[in-house]
Nanobody, 125 residues
Framework: QLQASGGGLVQAGGSLRLSCAVS????????MGWFRQALGKEREFVAAITWSGSDTLYSDSVKGRFTISRDNAKNTVYLQMNSLKPEDTAVYYC????????????????????WGQGTLVTVSS
């Protein structure tokens, strides 16, 4: 089970840190990703991290502003979001997937088998 939290209302230029706590399964061997879905739009990739945390991948729209990280001892994945913009407003989802112990990073929905519920981030202008 994946449980995302940390969403809320923030002004443009502000910061939020999302957390994704995992339980009930050994997710530490999987890559993790964050996706988001704005109202009326398709779900889009935000960031991904390998099982070890050694490699990361970002969408162009968040690169340089967002940072994905993980603490396998705490079974938690984070998304630090800085310099937030109104266009970052969306429901954010965390997901786990790919082959166990893989060093590949994935930016598409179909590579992730396990999804958490979303957490809403609203950025006001």
């Amino acid at each position: 089970q994946l449980q995302a939290s940390g969403g809320g209302l923030v002004q443009a230029g502000g910061s939020l840190r999302l957390s994704c706590a995992v339980s009930g399964r050994t997710y530490n061997k999987y890559g993790m990703g964050w996706f988001r879905q704005a109202l009326g739009k398709e779900r889009e990739f935000v960031a991904a991290i390998t099982w070890s945390g050694s490699d990361t991948l970002y969408s162009d729209s968040v690169k340089g502003r967002f940072t994905i990280s993980r603490d396998n001892a705490k079974n938690t994945v984070y998304l630090q979001m800085n310099s937030l913009k109104p266009e970052d407003t969306a429901v954010y989802y965390c997901a786990a997937g790919g082959n166990p112990w893989s060093t590949e990073l994935h930016a598409t929905n179909d590579k992730y088998s396990y999804w958490g519920q979303g957490t809403l981030v609203t950025v006001s202008s």
